[in-house]
């Protein structure tokens, strides 16, 4: 599935099942929620903090799932085609970083 195709299906999928868009600050609202959800079990899995008995049934791809579709909908919502922007974005690292990252101690093994 290619990013255009995600926003179509998402797009399809709010208008058909979800009756309409939340509106944009509540969206933002609910991308930070599910950031945050991911963040939850990032610091559990691959950091110091334990899972409480409550976590067991976290899911990892399924929260990240929710981070981009809410990530779609404002996508959408403000009329952004995240193809052509993430194109530019990798651009644009792809200049100001082109050297940086080869450049950097800290990343050498």
């Known amino acids: 599935m290619t990013i255009e195709e995600a926003q179509s299906l998402v797009d399809n999928w ?3 099942k979800g009756i309409r868009y939340f509106n944009e600050l509540t969206n933002t609202a609910m991308l930070m929620e599910e950031v945050g ?20 049934e976290v899911n990892l791809a399924d929260e990240m799932a929710d981070v981009l579709f809410v ?7 403000t009329g952004i085609n995240l193809t052509e922007a993430l194109t530019l ?21």
């Open 14 to 16: 709010i208008k058909n």
């Open 37 to 56: 959800e991911v963040a939850r079990i990032m610091a559990r899995q691959y950091g110091e903090q334990s899972f409480k008995k409550s976590d067991e």
């Open 71 to 77: 990530l779609i909908c404002l996508a959408n919502q």
């Open 89 to 109: 974005n990798l651009e644009k690292k792809s200049i100001r970083d082109a050297e940086r990252h080869l450049n950097n101690p800290k990343l050498k093994s």
